[in-house]
């Protein structure tokens, strides 16, 4: 695998402990930085159908 540029949101601050997305030639890449490891993989069309539910609120009532 070649070298992924990780990018974590702009509302993590300095923290160190966020989560991180990264892209390969075929797959979307999530991690924690605090532990990155541990890679997980999605599509991109997966990836999207999440976000758009986050922007919708469906994932509140977990925070």
């Known amino acids: 695998m070649?070298?992924?540029a990780w990018q974590k949101s702009s509302f993590?601050?300095?923290r160190d402990d966020c989560i991180e997305l990264?892209?390969?030639e075929d797959a979307i890449l999530?991690?924690?930085s605090d532990d990155p490891?541990?890679?997980v993989t999605?599509?991109?069309d997966k990836l999207r159908a999440?976000?758009?539910g986050?922007?919708?609120g469906e994932f509140d009532h977990l925070i």
Do not use: M, N, W, Y
């Open 54 to 56: 986050v922007k919708a």
């Open 12 to 14: 993590s601050g300095d």
């Open 22 to 24: 990264g892209r390969s």
């Open 42 to 44: 999605t599509s991109p």
């Open 30 to 32: 999530v991690r924690e």
């Open 2 to 4: 070649s070298q992924i």
């Open 37 to 39: 490891g541990v890679i």
């Open 50 to 52: 999440f976000l758009l």
